[in-house]
């Protein structure tokens, strides 16, 4: 079974596609070339300036001990879809009319992507007048985002509501006099980030090389390349 690397390096990765390609000869000199692979290969490219040296060791020791030179592994990209917790998110919190009493709304948000679910931001507050609706507006999705589930609770145990499939949509809690609130029962959060992929790759070179930038850190480079 592949051994699996999750180091997470200080910059985002670089992701490249690289066609293996095979050439036929024609007539006149001509030469057609066609790609060998139903897909591209994709290359990652790792690059740390102020590695400390417990990484540093722990890279070494991953792959002269675990995989060996160019040994296949398992390779987690940097989430490509971060957990929305950055300023401005998650959203916007407004009230409406409507008919309920005073009451205070605990509120996160997460992204959903073809892989799978981001963790939600920090839960939030919102405190609500007598005769008011909750009303949630959405911040735009950003890439490969399709989703953004909205959890809201009476209290800081969050539950989901609503799936805002519009980038910048707006949701309105509904109007039920009947009840405390115009909040369902919905799942929980989710407790890990599963909007990522998992790869298959090598490392591309013989070599573990690392250069000191200072008394405690190192910079180093990876380079890996999937396997199809």
């Known amino acids: ?16 596609n690289v066609y293996k390609t095979q050439q036929t000869t024609f007539e006149m000199g001509y030469v057609q070339t066609r790609a060998y692979w139903i897909q591209p290969k994709r290359i990652f490219t790792l690059n740390w300036s102020a590695l400390l040296t417990a990484d540093k060791e722990k890279i070494a020791s991953f792959f002269r001990y675990q995989v060996g030179a160019a040994g296949q592994f398992v390779y987690k990209p940097a989430d490509p879809v971060s957990t929305p917790d950055f300023p401005g998110t998650p959203g916007t919190a407004t009230q409406t009319l409507g008919a309920y009493g005073v009451r205070t709304y605990y509120y996160a948000l997460s992204w959903v992507t073809a892989l799978g679910e981001t963790k939600t931001s920090d839960v939030r507050t919102f405190a609500l007048q007598a005769n008011k609706l909750f009303t949630f507006l959405s911040p735009r999705f950003p890439t490969n985002v399709t989703i953004a589930r909205l959890y809201v609770a009476i209290s800081a145990s969050v539950a989901l509501q609503v799936e805002i499939t519009v980038s910048g949509a707006s949701w309105t809690e509904p109007d039920k006099p009947a009840s405390s609130d115009g909040l369902g029962s919905g799942s ?11 790869v298959n790759v090598h490392s591309l070179g013989d070599e573990i090389t690392f250069r000191k930038v200072s008394p405690v850190s190192y910079s180093h480079q990876l380079v890996f390349e999937e396997i199809l």
């Open 188 to 198: 929980s959060p989710p407790t890990t980030n599963t909007a990522y992929e998992k």
């Open 1 to 16: 079974m592949a051994e699996e690397f999750t180091v997470i390096p200080e910059f985002e990765f670089v992701e490249a």
